[in-house]
């Protein structure tokens, strides 16, 4: 069984910085054929939205229109873990962070507990 733990949120002034942590066990990064990660934010009575998310076979990335140039996700194989490095925080950036885990062009099954990212104006 997948569990996924993240870590690294927090309160932060606007145009601070903040890095986030989701780290797999139970299997490998290389045990996984076509599988993504990456978080998405999901706000109170709203639907959960990308935010960013790796490919852990290609590494290729694709991010939401609104934090592009600000957040950037990266992977290490060796530790099973992504983070996603988020820079230039704006209020707005303020939710819940969900890391997931799951083959991509599919619903996810795996996903973390969340974890608060508070951003004051």
């Known amino acids: 069984q997948v569990q996924l733990v993240e870590s690294g949120g927090g309160l932060v002034q606007a145009g601070g910085s903040l890095r986030l942590s989701c780290a797999a066990s139970g299997r490998t990064f290389s045990s996984f054929t076509n599988y993504g990660m990456g978080w998405y934010l999901q706000d109170p009575g709203k639907e959960r939205e990308l935010v960013a998310v790796?490919?852990?076979?290609?590494?290729?990335?694709w991010y939401a229109e609104s934090v592009q140039e600000r957040f950037t996700i990266s992977r290490d194989n060796a530790k099973n873990t992504v983070y996603l490095q988020m820079n230039r925080l704006k209020p707005e950036d303020t939710a819940v962070y969900y890391c997931?885990?799951?083959?991509?062009?599919?619903?996810?099954?795996?996903w973390g507990q969340g974890t608060q990212v508070n951003v004051s104006s």
């Open positions: 790796i490919s852990l076979t290609s590494g290729r990335t």
């Open positions: 997931g885990l799951g083959e991509l062009g599919s619903p996810w099954p795996y």
